[in-house]
Each structure stands twice: as C-alpha cells, then as structure tokens.
C-alpha cells in the first residue's frame, strides 16, 4: 500500500486547509486511515481516524481539533480528507496519513496501529 498526501500550505490563523490522501495498491486490505501530525520537538501527535468495522463505519478525534476538524473518505476513490477550519498556530506541523490493515470498532489512536504512511505534507498556520 502507497500513501500520497497532498494538500498542505501556509494560512493565517482562523483559515481553512483541505489535506488529501490517496491510497493505491492493495487497498482492498485496509481497514482503517488516519491523520497524524508531528511539530517541531514533539512527539507524533494522532489528530483523526476512520475505519471500518462490526458492519459500521467509526470516527475518532484528538480533543484538540474536535469541532474543526472533520475527516471523511470516499472508499470508491481509496482517498481520505481532513477538512481543517479554525486553524491555529498551534495547528502547525507536518501532517502524515496512515492506512491501518486491521478491522476494529473503533479506530486506533496509536501509531503503531497503522502500517502504512504517506510522506507527510507541510501545515504552517501563521498569528
């Protein structure tokens, strides 16, 4: 499985960014895709994940984008998005997606969780 996240850029604070990321070969072998975020002399920090699971589909957010950010995946493009609003300068970091193989009722929080990576794209939110 290869990852490719798209979508990163430079906004004010209290703007809006769309990150993308496609997912391409094996896909029929995940479960579950995230969004992870790692800022400078931090530890990697998850932000949202979805998966599938028990017959339903399950979201998880981190307490500290709940309410501005939304994540959501379109299984027939194999691509999922994390829609950010009321982005703050602490909002800035790398930001990576992540495929996990495993299916859950709720998704994992933990990076070990997840299998797959995508390069990571660049979210800088200036005051």
């Known amino acids: 499985v290869q990852l490719q996240a798209s979508g990163g850029g430079s906004v004010q604070a209290g703007g809006s960014l769309r990150l993308s990321c496609a997912a391409s070969?094996?896909?029929?072998?995940?479960?579950?895709m995230g969004w992870f975020r790692r800022a400078p002399g931090k530890e990697r920090e998850f932000i949202a994940a979805?998966?599938?699971?028990?017959?339903?589909?399950?979201?998880a957010y981190a307490d500290s984008v709940k309410g501005r950010f939304t994540i959501s995946r379109d299984s027939a493009k194999n691509t999922i998005d994390l829609q950010m609003n009321s982005l703050k300068p602490e909002d800035t970091a790398v930001y990576y997606c992540a495929a996990d193989p495993y299916s859950r009722v709720v998704p994992s929080t933990t990076p070990t969780a997840y299998n797959y990576w995508g390069q990571g794209t660049q979210v800088t939110v200036s005051s």
């Open positions: 070969g094996r896909t029929f072998s995940i479960y579950g």
């Open positions: 979805i998966t599938r699971g028990g017959g339903r589909i399950s979201y």
